[in-house]
């Protein structure tokens, strides 16, 4: 993992981890330097219209 997001730093692209399912692995990427994450441990699926959205920046 430490490869794959050093790899998506160095070309200039944000790095979501995707599949996250608890604290331990979040906490694991967040250390490694994942900048965004998803999975049923943040949220589960939702239809569009019931999401918050912020604008990247």
Not at 4 to 23: C, Q, S
Request: hydrophobic share 45%; glycine share 12%; proline share 5%.
């Amino acid at each position: 993992m430490r490869a794959t997001i050093n790899l998506g730093h160095g070309v200039g692209l944000r790095v979501v981890a995707e599949g996250i399912e608890d604290v331990d692995t979040l906490d694991l990427l967040s250390d490694l330097g994942s900048d965004l994450a998803q999975g049923y441990f943040i949220s589960r699926p939702a239809p569009a219209h019931k999401l918050a959205f912020q604008a990247p920046g």
